[in-house]
């Protein structure tokens, strides 16, 4: 097994993995502290170390909230359980779980990028062991990033101060983390030509944003996109104004509040502060068009053909995202017909005059629109390479009856079902080895099928088309079907298409 590598900085060592054929490196620095004047900045050059670093323990998680507290939230009963888990803004590492005995086993690799909306996560949370995926021939890379106003802060003098990478750090710390793997991965058994980047959620939004940088052509091969993507239903609006000129206008706010008016000496506030008045403030930074790394919606651009062409797969749980117009008069639900302008009335005629009805009626999953709008576009705008399309909903154990909750499929694409408290039974881990073994599958070849671990082909996942928009249904056992839209669903996709440009 691999144990020891050189890597830019230096030499590390990993430890075994609860399986000896595999071998965890936690820790890995793969850029400088963002710390002092590297605060706001695009990642810097890992600062070499000495003698041989052991990468046996996750580094600090970003600076976010303390996890853990908040028993009533369904998240910190799931993972995050842990108030004690060391943070601080020095947050720059990334672990790698390999299975590869040699440096020339030319091994598929997966760059993931964990969920939290831009805010909170980690990559220490139990559902990310890598270990079970590289147990399937896979290089598994976890990569850590700065959050919230560590990350995704904006502030015109940065902008001026830095116009090659005014904001969107935390991205730019995803990209370093691509970018390292293909100067790096070699040495643990990887392949830099064939990398596959994953997330979900907020980590599936950051691989939506990764496609469509145009600073990113040829850096990866195929993308996972989690529960990470949707579209704007019945003409709902932003709550907030999100151009980069708003965002930099609240990084200004953000100083009054402060009270600082330059850089220099917001960079000298402590990171625990820094969180806190963020916090207060009632800010939240995320994803900017800064004209550099995200050049326009990075949704939009999906949806446009501007993006990289690769093999995706994308998918969403039964229960999220799933919501209606919100009318609860006839006179609501007009103007929600007025939304779409010379198609209002083919709207009523299908969603009736009864508000509870149309409500019933327009109830849809965001993701789902999206997949249908995006194939339909890709067919549109020349983009070849297939999407397989998931929809996650098998019976979720647990005194909380809590349905496909958002999140809950992790543990099964991990295969990490042990380190739950739910009692998961014999037909849960038959899923979740199926469903690992799928993902293994598409990092090696952008195809999800294969064999079961007794030898027998799985249910054959065919890819997504307008033609045949074929769905794999991860029920209590895998169920392949063609998920024909109904009324409502074809209207928004085809009102959709017709405003993306």
Known sequence: MIRQVKIEGGEIRGIPAADPRVTAFKGVPFAAPPVGENRWRAPQPVIPWEGVKECYTFAPISMQHIPGLDLNNIYSREWNVDPSIPMSEDCLYLNVWTPAKTPDEKLPVLVWFFGGGLREGNTAEMEFDGERIARRGVVVVTVNYRLNVFGFFAH??????????????????????????????????????????????????????????????????????????????????????????????????????????????????????????????????????????????????????????????????????????????????????????????????IVGTDPVKAEEITAVNGVQIAVRALKRNDEKNGIKSPIYYYVFDPEIPGWDNPGTFHSSDLWFFFETLAKCWRPFVGKHYDLARQMCNSWAYFFKNGDPNGNDANGEPMPEWRPFTTAEPNTMRWGDAPEPFVYEPDAITQFLVDDYCAKIK
């Not at 939506?208 to 990113?216: E, F, K, M």
């Not at 990171?271 to 949704?299: H, P, Y």
């Not at 006179?331 to 017909?337: H, I, P, S, T, W």
């Open 156 to 349: 015109p003098q940065l902008t001026k101060e830095q116009p090659d990478a005014p904001a969107n750090f935390g991205h730019l710390d995803q990209q370093a983390g691509i970018k390292w793997a293909i100067r790096n991965i070699a040495a643990f058994g990887g392949d830099p030509t064939n990398i596959t980047i994953g997330g979900q959620s907020a980590g599936g939004g950051s691989v939506v944003a990764q496609l469509t940088s145009p600073q990113n052509v040829g850096l990866f091969q195929k993308a996972i996109i989690m529960s990470g993507m949707s579209v704007s239903l019945y003409n709902q609006r932003p709550l907030m104004d999100n151009s980069f000129e708003a965002i930099q206008k609240r990084g200004v706010e953000f100083f009054d509040y402060l009270g600082v008016k330059t850089l220099e000496e917001a960079r000298k506030i402590d990171e625990v502060t820094l969180r806190d008045k963020c916090e207060a403030f009632g800010g939240f930074w995320g994803t900017a068009n800064d004209g550099v790394f995200q050049v326009g919606n990075s949704s939009e651009n999906l949806q446009a053909g501007r993006r990289m062409d690769v093999p995706l797969m994308i998918g969403n749980t039964s229960s999220e995202f799933k919501r209606g117009c919100g009318a609860k008069t006839l006179e609501e639900l007009k103007k929600v017909a007025e939304g779409f302008g010379d198609k209002a009335d083919e709207f009523m005629k």
